[in-house]
């Protein structure tokens, strides 16, 4: 069968995917908006020359533009953070970008056996007890989560990197043919990408039913969930920082690995600090650059699963060319949903004989 020159749906994913317009495409081809529009509709063809000249505007290969038709992530089916603050393009070119890590993930689990997914649906009850029943379901006790990805990878939770061009995104998660998936911005501190990770977790489990995941109500549903699943009250009220000043908060967040303001508004939030305290200790932290940093913070977590993954591909000889090739994309566009953990150059040949699906066994 002869590959049609262009897929409607894929040249519209690959312009969202870079964040362009109609109009700047027109511009960056010599392509009318009217002929673009066309194709994008299926009503018309463009010429192979025409199919050419849009995969170099767009950074693809032509392969892609060409692949089989593919479904966008609905409007709305994805809980966004400071949804009121992205513009529609914003918002477009992060689902653009998930829906290309779904590529991904689909040509993973076709070659490995990955972890079912063991995500609880909550929407009945608070964020606080939500997060008591999901910690106990998953054994974690009243102690700190040592690895946020980690642990939402041992539960089924497909967990992809924001690319570059989606810096204004957070973060944001869906449930998408049965799997959860959660993607999260790298440019981030370590502390504040585990709140962002638990944040997701929130959604997936608070609002997976019937209500839709976006407003203001929602986010604070989510942002209380992953408050009380990272700093547990039990835990915190244990530690005895009723009325702490600002350098015992700085010494005492650690121990939770979450940052200094996530830390003050939970003991807030706990009554263990007075709502003057609370305010005083923003104020304090906030001169000392913590309300947007997270000065001598932790390390990024990054994912454990992919890291398996390509490991194991690495070590059966698949170098990250014939996996890019797969997906009718370049090296640099895989690694920018991966982490980064794509190895620029690896040895070897491909071996002989069947594929075997390797089982991957994550722990929390």
Same mark, same amino acid.
């Given at each position: ?12 994913l ?18 009318s908006?009217?002929?673009?529009? *066309? ?5 018309q ?22 692949? *089989? ?16 603050k992205m ?5 477009d070119?992060?689902?653009? /970008? ?81 799997t959860p ?11 504040? $990408?585990?709140?962002?990770? @638990?944040?997701?977790? $929130? ?8 209500? @839709? ?8 549903? /989510? ?6 699943? =990272? ?12 009325g702490?000043? @600002?350098?015992?908060?700085? /010494? ?35 001169r000392? $650059? ?5 000065? $001598? ?24 060319r ?5 997906l009718?994309m370049?090296v ?6 991966v ?16 594929p ?5 066994? =994550?722990?929390?």
């Amino acid at each position: 069968m002869i590959a049609p020159a262009l897929t409607p749906s894929r040249l519209a994913l690959a312009r969202k995917r870079r964040g362009m317009t109609l109009i700047r495409l027109a511009q960056a081809t010599g392509v009318s908006t009217r002929s673009l529009t *066309a194709y994008e509709s299926g009503r018309q063809q463009p010429t192979p020359q025409t199919t050419r000249a849009l995969a170099r505007a767009l950074a693809v290969p032509a392969a892609f533009l060409q692949a *089989a038709e593919i479904e966008e992530i609905p409007p709305g089916a994805a809980s966004f953070r400071a949804l009121s603050k992205m513009t529609a393009g914003q918002r477009d070119t992060a689902c653009s /970008a998930g829906r290309i890590a779904f590529l991904i993930s689909d040509w993973i689990e076709e070659r490995f056996i990955l972890p079912a997914a063991d995500v609880p649906s909550l929407a009945q009850l608070d964020p606080e007890t939500a997060a008591e029943v999901v910690r106990a379901r998953w054994g974690l006790g009243r102690g700190p989560v040592s690895n946020v990805i980690h642990l939402l990878e041992s539960r089924g939770v497909r967990v992809f990197s924001l690319a570059e061009e989606c810096a204004a995104v957070d973060a944001f998660s869906l449930y998408w043919h049965g799997t959860p998936f959660a993607f999260l911005n790298t440019m981030k501190s370590g502390e504040r $990408g585990r709140f962002d990770g @638990v944040h997701e977790l $929130g959604h997936l489990v608070l609002h997976s039913d019937d209500r @839709v995941p976006r407003g203001p109500d929602a986010e604070q549903e /989510a942002n209380r969930f992953a408050a009380a699943f =990272l700093m547990p009250a039990h835990s915190v009220i244990a530690a005895g920082l009723s009325g702490a000043t @600002v350098d015992q908060i700085l /010494a005492a967040k650690s121990a939770w690995s979450v940052s200094a303001m996530a830390l003050t508004h939970r003991l807030h939030e706990l009554g263990l600090l007075t709502e003057w305290g609370y305010r005083t200790a923003c104020v304090s932290l906030s001169r000392l $650059g913590y309300r947007r940093a997270e000065p $001598g913070g932790i390390p990024r977590e990054t994912s454990q699963l992919l890291s398996k993954v390509f490991r194991s591909l690495r070590d059966d000889g698949v170098p990250p060319r014939r996996i890019a090739r797969d997906l009718a994309m370049s090296v640099a566009e895989l690694n920018s949903h991966v982490f980064g953990l794509v190895p620029t150059a690896l040895p070897g040949g491909v071996p002989d004989g069947p594929p075997v699906r390797p089982q991957l066994r =994550l722990l929390p």
